[in-house]
């Protein structure tokens, strides 16, 4: 099969957006904090010519200095080497425009915001959703997967003040009451969600407003350290995404085979193999043509820029990652 690599700049659409990041907290008199600053854009997509191929599979790889930790699950991941396998495995619920705004036509999910009343309405767009098992999607799920990140025992990094936004979360997480009453199940497609503020990033995405969701006949009756030790988050996932974890060498690499339930239709190739791979040896791997994809570091641009066997895309994302000690 012959190949076209494509290297994926992500998170960064403009580069100079990275160079304005550096503050070292020079005066004004010092012009050294005149910090020089490059702007580069990038296309979101490409399309390559040649013979369409039958099947095949997707090679990716996750540029990590270290190795992945095996949560494939939303709710779970921590790190972006599980959050990149997650991706795979679970679809979002939405689409986002040039804007990143949430598309009202996009998606899973039909997004109304009532600013006034300060409601969200989300409604599946179909009553045949599946997991990939083949079990029923529905809006039950939707509002167990806030229950999972609002129950008392969640030690993860959901709950936070985006859960708290919800009317009656905080009295759920804290054992005063047995359900969440912001959330307003309307019938099996349809869910209202109160609102204690209003504020811009609920219409961007960024997990303002949970952007997947677990199966609830996996994990009902799991506690959280139940499902972080289950193989339903590791091995035997089930999820809505375009792939199935076929396989799993731990720390290394993720082999998926196609989902036949993917709400957008079965995918074209066969699967798609994710393995963990060095920022030290990336470029020259994506020079060698091994991988089809790769989310490249943007500190490295200068190594991989003149390629002439990839492609570069950009995109802007709704998020920021930083590391704490």
Known sequence: MNKKAIAGLLGAASLVTLAACNNNNKTSGDSSSNAKTEERKFASDVTNEGTVIKGGTINYAVVSASPFKGLINPLL?????DGSLVDFAFASLFEFDANQRIKKDGGMMEFTLDKEN?????????KDY???????????DYIFTYEFVGRKDYDGVRYDENAENIVGMKDFHEGKADKISGLEKVDDQTVKIHLEEVYPALEMGGNAILGQMLPKHVFKDMSYEDAVKSEKSRTDVVGNGPFVVDKVVPGESVTYKKNPYYYKGEPKVDGLKADVVSPDSIVQEMKAGKYDFASMQPDQYDTYKNLSNINLLGT?????SHGSF
């Open 130 to 140: 599946k997991w990939s098992d083949g079990k029923p999607l529905t809006i039950d």
């Open 316 to 320: 802007i994302t709704n998020y920021i």
């Open 77 to 81: 991941y921590v790190d972006s080497g």
């Open 118 to 126: 300060k409601i969200v309405t989300l409604k599946l767009r179909s």
